[in-house]
């Protein structure tokens, strides 16, 4: 890994903010993809702003029909949200299903739909539950959200803070896994 | 049998410090002044390289020295070397291309290594590998064998025509022809071994220190073969005489065949450390393993077997194209020869069999022995086959297998081996029996009203191991002998230490080792300790691989204890005045049969050392050494059977039963030998689901992480079903033929046979994942 400067905002607006000072700058959160690249040198990012204190983007809220999940949720909260399990359990179950429980512990919902690893999860609930994706600039449905393999509609320093859904009628989650890396 | 003498279940002596983290590998080992290595390779499948600019390197941060290939060849470092000689059926030697520690002018696969970076830290080293300008002039690749042998394919060594090695053969093709010709059927398959990682869980690594006082150097490496390592590196390599070198290979966690070979790094860092004057580490990580780290099986054979109007086999014709990759590895070319076709009998009496194997260079990491060696790609072969002709006659797998059984022993084949003994319908009835067999019909119908088709299918495999008697493989090429030494130090106080050849990476040694001690002198297993991996301290030694530390290794240990005995009892008849024949050893005491007379077993040491009172002549001590070279192979045998249910949705295989019936000779730790047997199997599933090393057609590597290439994990496997038919093996002491590679060998072609079974195609490779397990569902409707 390349040496990287650390920042931790705890507003949205701080976090923008930061972004912006340093060319080359990237936001993390559980850094499940990005911690894993910088080590193998294949990224380089100049500065890291850490999105998990930022108090805006996390928690589970569901408010009548709408749900809205937080971008820097960690996958375990999910799973073990008992609301979400009474009102929607495909997403609970969905989201006990990723990875292992370190991944879960550290791993948030807003970098895996930034992210849109083909072999994710959260991307096909998003697109499944027709969710809106809310970043700090503008609302995105899910169908105009991601393009393509590791691809979105997010323009640079872009930042995703919630992912909302409408609750279905019924909903179920399976998985076929990739046998190597599930 | 004591309590911890052979055949009792003693759970590991090594076991303490390898699960509270306490083992020291050779990445653990720090001595003063080291420094980290890390290595330039090359990111082509084949170019030539132009230039190396080292400059701006040099001058980084922490940066020792840059080494490449030209400084290599000038200190005259030797090239890598094949230590079997094959010649083809023309007469020709192998054509062994030469393999530069670090390149000097040509790169033929990613990851050939091309500079050493050494640094105050990896870090520094791997930011100044980056700073390193390597020109490469691309070449055009080839990856496949078969593409390799065509007119006009990129052509990798001169001195091979057509990338061919050998084009060499086995049997005798016209009696093979001929019986074909005649045959009442003929079944004709072709058959494809996937190319396997073998990622043991440590990643090589080694550690060179040259002291310039002594003008000596030390090699920590991960090596299943410590003083193989140092007699090649020391006559080949030219690093330094023998008395100069010392090689170690501490703790080592797994090697499965991959940590036998001599690889560049433990020759580079050695010379590395005598040129910038430090002592130089390097520890591979998981990307460097899949790329460089020697790769298993890799065949394409066509295949004939003809059988006459009894459904007897007749004849079998085997044409096999073997890739070895970009360079001839250590014992690469036995692989696909000596331990392949000598093994196309199988359990079965066949008149003839001709075998023809083409070995070819491409541009794809080097494919050496991989667990099993050869015996996998046989027995996958012949039991593929047997399955498809039994489909095609009409008659039952078991009975076709039955028909054809070798009954007597000792059992000549027609490709060289002579089966000394087994029992393979024992097996065969044993393995059906615990399948409930005959009952698959009704768990078929059941799956079937699940929607799931459910297969069945059997493996009856046979393996050579204990390699070798020396003057045998010397004949066959073998640059080496095969036996093994031992050396048996029984201390002052009673206790024991055993020095083997043998190397412990996973095998248990430390407990099957004592255990033979405990049942011979009747000391408790933890009074002995079993020394090796350290040329300075065990004498000479050919390692572990094969199959051979039980029928080898611990040989030499019989005979040494052979003469611990005879002189221990001479002392005990001396003191207590009786005669030497009367002198029985039990329960850790020496006694005089027929009387109440009797010493334990500490004191007669005790007088040994002390010397106060000894036979007249009698030297003080007792430490007796031995060498052991077999007088045959061992042929361990057995029948595997799986059974699978094949969602037809998607493909996905459930193996509901696995069912193992082994004859390995006689055992001393049933405990380790099924850990033995669970982790062969595991790798069999593995090779038969998941694994496969796949390049793309510019040789870049596309498995080169645990995100692309499957390993099997715990819930990819059903809980096996075990058992044993031992027949004692004639040749050895203690009757042991060997059970490392039996679990690997005998389930690939059980598997695909339960699968094409289920499925009702039989056309479908390894691995049989999921998307081809369907396509073929598809094509066979």
């Given at each position: 890994m390349y040496a990287t400067s650390y920042h931790r905002p705890s507003s949205v607006s701080e976090a923008a903010a930061l972004l912006a000072a340093t060319d080359e700058a990237k936001y993390v959160s559980g850094g499940m993809t990005l911690i894993p690249t910088m080590k193998q040198r294949l990224a380089a990012p100049a500065a890291l702003v850490d999105l998990r204190h930022v108090a805006d983007m996390k928690g589970i809220r569901i408010d009548g029909s709408r749900v809205r999940i937080g971008a820097a949720t960690p996958h375990a909260e999910v799973a073990a949200s008992s609301a979400l399990r009474s009102a929607c359990p495909a997403v609970t179950v969905l989201a006990g299903l990723i990875g292992d429980p370190h991944v879960r512990h550290m791993g948030t919902i807003g970098g895996s739909i930034a992210n849109n690893d083909p072999a994710a999860d959260y991307p096909a609930l998003a697109l499944a539950l027709a969710a809106t994706i809310v970043t700090d600039r503008r609302e995105i449905a899910a169908d105009d959200f991601f393009t393509g393999l590791f691809e979105t509609a997010l323009e640079a320093g872009e930042l995703v803070t919630a992912i909302t859904f409408d609750l279905p009628e019924k909903a179920g989650y399976a998985k076929v896994r990739n046998p190597a890396s599930r | 049998m004591g309590i911890e003498g052979i055949g009792a279940r003693v759970t590991r002596k090594e076991d303490k410090r390898f699960l509270t983290g306490k083992g020291r590998y050779t990445d653990d080992m720090v001595v003063p002044g080291m420094k980290y290595a890390y290595f330039i390779r090359s990111p082509h499948a084949h170019a030539r390289i132009l230039s190396i600019d080292t400059a701006a390197a040099q001058a980084m941060?922490?940066?020792?020295g840059i080494l490449d290939g030209k400084q290599l060849l000038a200190d005259g470092i030797g090239n890598l070397i094949c230590g079997w000689m094959i010649h083809s059926k023309d007469g020709s030697p192998m054509k062994m291309g030469a393999w530069r520690p670090l390149a000097a002018d040509t790169v033929r696969?990613?990851?050939?290594?091309?500079a050493i970076v050494v640094a105050d830290t990896l870090g520094e080293a791997r930011d100044a590998a980056e700073a390193v300008v390597v020109e490469y002039q691309p070449l055009d690749a080839v990856i496949e064998a078969v593409d390799a042998l065509k007119d006009g394919a990129p052509q990798l060594h001169p001195e091979a025509a057509n990338n061919l090695i050998f084009d060499w053969q086995i049997g005798d093709a016209s009696s093979t022809d001929k019986a074909i010709a005649e045959a009442a059927h003929v079944t004709t398959i072709e058959i494809h071994n996937n190319r396997l990682a073998p990622n043991p869980m440590e990643p090589r690594a080694t550690l060179g220190i040259y002291d310039g006082a002594e003008d000596h150097f030390t090699c920590y490496t991960t090596s299943q073969n410590p003083h193989v390592a140092r007699l090649v590196m020391s006559a080949f390599y030219n690093v330094a005489p023998e008395n100069k070198l010392r090689v170690i290979a501490p703790d080592v966690g797994g090697g499965f065949g991959s940590k036998i070979f001599i690889y560049p790094e433990e020759v580079v860092c050695l010379w590395a450390s005598k040129k910038t004057g430090v002592p130089v580490k390097w520890t591979s990580d998981r990307t460097e393993a899949f790329l460089t780290d020697a790769h298993g099986r890799d065949h394409v054979s066509q295949v004939k077997m003809a059988f006459d109007a009894d459904n007897r086999i007749t004849a079998l014709k085997v044409d096999t194209d073997a890739n070895l990759g970009a360079y001839m590895s250590l014992f690469s070319s036995s692989v696909p020869t000596y331990l392949y076709a000598t093994l196309l009998s199988g359990q079965y009496a066949i008149p003839a069999i001709h075998a023809n194997v083409r070995t070819v260079y491409t541009n794809t990491a080097p494919v050496d022995a991989y667990r099993g060696a050869g015996r996998p790609e046989a027995t996958f072969l012949l039991e593929r086959t047997v399955e498809t002709a039994a489909r095609e006659l009409g008659v039952s797998p078991a009975e076709l297998r039955r028909i054809n059984f070798i009954r007597e022993f000792p059992h000549q084949t027609p490709v060289i081996m002579n089966y000394d003994a087994g029992d393979y319908e024992a097996s065969l009835n044993a393995a059906m029996a615990a399948a409930d067999w005959n009952g698959f019909a009704a768990r078929k119908a059941e799956a079937a009203g699940r929607g799931k088709k459910r297969g069945i299918g059997m493996s009856c495999y046979i393996e050579a191991c204990g390699i070798a008697p020396s003057a045998a493989v010397g004949s066959l090429g073998a640059g080496v002998g095969l036996w093994e030494s031992a050396e048996v130090r029984v201390n002052a106080v009673g206790t024991v230490e055993v020095l083997t050849g043998s190397h412990s990476h996973g095998q248990g040694h430390e407990t099957t080792f004592a255990q033979l001690v405990a049942e011979r002198l009747g000391v408790p297993i933890d009074n002995v300790n079993i020394v090796h991996g350290d040329t300075d301290k065990v004498q000479m030694g050919m390692g572990t691989y094969g199959s051979r530390s039980g029928a080898v290794g611990m040989s030499a240990i019989v005979k040494a204890l052979d003469k611990v005995e005879a002189k221990a009892k001479k002392i005990a008849a001396h003191l207590m005045e009786a005669d030497e024949s009367d002198i029985v050893l039990e329960n850790g005491e020496l006694k005089v049969a027929g009387t109440d007379k009797a010493l334990p077993w500490f004191q007669v040491a005790l007088a040994a050392y002390t010397a106060h009172n000894l036979p007249s002549g009698m030297e003080p001590g007792l430490k007796e050494g031995a060498f052991y070279d077999p007088s045959n192979f061992t042929f361990p045998a057995g029948c595997y059977i799986a059974e699978v249910e094949i969602d037809p949705d998607t493909g996905t295989t459930d193996i509901v039963q696995f069912v193992a019936a082994d004859d390995f000779g006689n055992i001393i730790n049933p405990m380790i030998v099924e850990g033995q047997v669970h982790g062969g199997i595991a790798q069999g599933i593995g090779q038969a689901l998941l694994e496969g090393v796949h390049y793309d057609e510019?040789?870049?590597?596309?498995?080169?992480?645990f995100m692309d290439y499957a390993m099997p994990r715990a819930d990819d496997l059903p809980s096996f079903k075990l058992s044993h038919q031992n027949t004692p093996c004639p040749g050895n002491p203690l009757g042991i033929k060997g059970c490392g590679e039996a679990g690997a060998i005998g389930s690939p072609p059980a598997l695909i046979n339960a699968i094409t079974d289920a499925i009702g195609t039989n056309a479908l490779t390894m691995p049989a994942t999921p998307q081809k397990v369907w396509k073929a569902l598809q094509s066979a409707h």
């Open positions: - | 941060p922490g940066v020792i696969y990613v990851g050939d290594a091309v510019n040789g870049q590597l596309l498995t080169a992480s």
